[in-house]
Each structure stands twice: as structure tokens, then as C-alpha cells.
């Protein structure tokens, strides 16, 4: 069974620093890999899409990279801002068009002024 | 493109009766969708796999006469929750995607809370 693990759990920076915020995974028959967003109380809201034959992709100040075969993928978030505070969930799609996502179970950050 | 509405986005019921979540979208037509439970400072924990036209595909330890899951349309699936309890209380959320390649798009959630 995939599992996915997250870290670190909590993150609280002061605005402006580079962050990193990692993903693991224990099969790597992935189809795809994705980032979300979620804020309290609220849906998630897609981030970035890693296909399995990418190596990373890019929006903005976001950019995530994927190797596969370590099983790891890397969120770097680039002078961030206290909008940015919010959980960021990792999941990953199992190795077929009609796999399910395996979700990690975040980390938590907070930017603070 | 690729919105999913969910709806309520909040709501509180008795002990003992049912309530109905909706989950649609809004530009695209979605064959299958996931419904998701989330307990605070939790992930998500799937529950079940809607299809269109055909039953539900539950996941372990999920009572599938409790959460009753209707997939009627290519844009519309519905999660009952029966004779709702205390420990249903929870957030609920969906899922869809446009295709296998572009990702998946979630709701906005629903906040259930049995008293």
C-alpha cells in the first residue's frame, strides 16, 4: 500500500525566507504527483501537477520537483509572504489513469509579518 | 475549467436523521468521483469512488448503508448521510477530474455536525 509522509508537520518562518517543504513515497509506480493548498476550513485548491515522466514544475513563486524513482518530491515556495500561511498537502496518484490519490498528511505553515 | 461545487458548505442536523451532499461539475462531465472525510488537523481519508451510472466503490471500514452515494448524471453525485450520529460529525469533501492527465479538482467541503 503507497504511503505518503510529509515534513515537517509545522513550519512558522518570518515572511520573506525561501521555503522547502518535502514528500515521500513508498511505491514508485506513481501516474502523477500534486500539491495543494488547503486554508482552515476550507477545499484544496491545486497547487502544481508532476506527471511521472516530469522532473518539476513551476507557477510563480512556487516550484516543485519530482524524482521518482527516490520515492521524494520538494515544494519550494520563494519569498514567502503571510498569505502564504495555510496546510500544504502532498498526494500522489497510484500508476494508472484510474488511481486513486494517497495523501500525506501535511504541513502546517504559518508566515508571520 | 474543471470547477466542483459542493453544497451545503455547512450544516447541523439532529441525531437520528439523514443529510444529502452535493457535489457537481460545473464545466465538465465527470464519469467518476471520490468523496473524502477529513478530521481536524487530519488528512484526507478516502471513502468511497462514485461512478457514474453503477454502485459505489467503498473503501474498507466505510459502512456503505450509512453513507449512501448516488452518481445519477456526468455532473452530479450525491453522498447521504443516514440516520446521522455524533461521530459522523466531520468535514466532507469531493473530488473530480477532467481527465487522467490534468489532476484532481476538490469542493469547497461541508461542514457536518450531528447534535
Known amino acids: 500500500k503507497q504511503e505518503v509522509t510529509q515534513i515537517p508537520a509545522a513550519l512558522s518562518v518570518p515572511e520573506g525566507e525561501n521555503l522547502v517543504l518535502n514528500c515521500s513515497f513508498t511505491?514508485?509506480?506513481?501516474?502523477?504527483l500534486q500539491w495543494f493548498r488547503q486554508d482552515p476550513g476550507k477545499g484544496l485548491t491545486s497547487l502544481l501537477l508532476i506527471q511521472s515522466s516530469q522532473r518539476e514544475q513551476t507557477s510563480g513563486r512556487l516550484n516543485a520537483s519530482l524524482d521518482k524513482s527516490s520515492g521524494r518530491s520538494t515544494l519550494y515556495i520563494a519569498a514567502s509572504q503571510p498569505g502564504d500561511s495555510a496546510t500544504y498537502l502532498c498526494a500522489v496518484k497510484g500508476g494508472s489513469t484510474l488511481g486513486r490519490l494517497y495523501f500525506g498528511r501535511g504541513t502546517q505553515l504559518t508566515v508571520w509579518p | 475549467g474543471a470547477v466542483v461545487s459542493q453544497h451545503p458548505s455547512r450544516v447541523i442536523c439532529k441525531s437520528g436523521t439523514s443529510v444529502k451532499i452535493e457535489c457537481r461539475s460545473l464545466?465538465?462531465?465527470?464519469?467518476?468521483m471520490f468523496w473524502y472525510r477529513q478530521f481536524p488537523k487530519q488528512s484526507l481519508m478516502l471513502m468511497a469512488t462514485?461512478?457514474?451510472?453503477?454502485?459505489?466503490?467503498?473503501e474498507q471500514g466505510v459502512e456503505k448503508d450509512k453513507f449512501l452515494i448516488n452518481h445519477a448524471s456526468l455532473t452530479l453525485s450525491t453522498l447521504t448521510v443516514t440516520s446521522a450520529h455524533p461521530e459522523d460529525s466531520s468535514f466532507y469533501i469531493c473530488s473530480a477530474t477532467l481527465s487522467p492527465n490534468y489532476g484532481y479538482t476538490f469542493g469547497s467541503g461541508t461542514r457536518l455536525t450531528v447534535v
Open positions: 464545466d465538465f462531465q465527470a464519469t467518476t
Open positions: 462514485s461512478n457514474e451510472g453503477s454502485k459505489a466503490t467503498y
Open positions: 511505491d514508485s509506480a506513481i501516474y502523477n
